[in-house]
């Protein structure tokens, strides 16, 4: 299966790292297995959107592939769109499922944000605290339909697949530090001359003076000049304002993406 979608097609960094993709002509299984609690490392990406009669189809395709091997709780799936075409999702929405849709942005240069913030220090992530922080920072940054301690574990091994990916030389997670805490944090990891960045983050406490933005901006020049790469590309929730701050820095939205996951919600 060959993948049209940009957005995608760069989520795909990451299982090649650690996790296992196979192809099944009309979809892909992505799998992580060292992180089953990961709903979007562990799904599938279909080459056609959702037709009348895929729910039952497509969660009998889930059990089979992933479900019975992982015991998991979720379900997941995209499928390899540009334009945000849903096909007849509505059997899923009733379902109970999640939509996501997803604005997919670019950029070939940076300029800095209108709301420069000239007093946090931005750099890759080395020590070990370091890398605890940021693990409470994105825990701290979770939307409350996930509950707490699953939550956490899913993090903590999601931050040690990219701590391992940073050691391998395919990317650095970086640290925004006021007075030497970390109150913002991202990663970006590459794949040849394409770069993709994971998990922007604010602490609550520290939003809407500029962090973000400038965080985005000075990586983005980070990585033009150390890490090889032609195009950065940005995912963002369509519905969400942090798509305003990427364009403000010079991203660009390309496409538009479609994704529908299940899972249990916290009380």
Known sequence: MEIRSLGYRTDLIFPRFDGKMID??????ILTPSNPGFYWGNFLLFSNPPQEG???RWKDIFSK???????????????????????????????????????????QAVTPPPKYNE???????????EWEEAIQNQVLCREPVHELKSYKVFKTKQMLRYRKMSEAGLGFWFGAFLDNKLVADLGVFTD?????????????????RGICGTLVYKVSQYAFKNMNVETLVMAADEEYHAAKIYESVGFQPREHQVGI???PKAS
């Open 261 to 263: 996951d299940w899972f």
């Open 119 to 129: 007093e946090v220090v931005i750099r890759p992530l080395r020590e070990d605290w």
């Open 54 to 56: 895929d729910l039952e």
């Open 192 to 208: 040849k001359e394409i770069g993709r960045f994971q998990q922007v983050g604010t602490h609550p406490d520290y939003r809407r």
């Open 65 to 107: 592939e992933i479900s019975s091997q992982y015991l998991t709780e979720h379900f997941a799936f995209g499928w390899d769109t540009i334009k945000g075409e849903m096909g007849e999702i509505s059997a899923f929405l009733d379902d109970g499922f999640n939509l996501l849709k997803t604005v997919v942005l670019s950029t």
């Open 24 to 29: 099944r002509d009309d979809y892909l299984v």
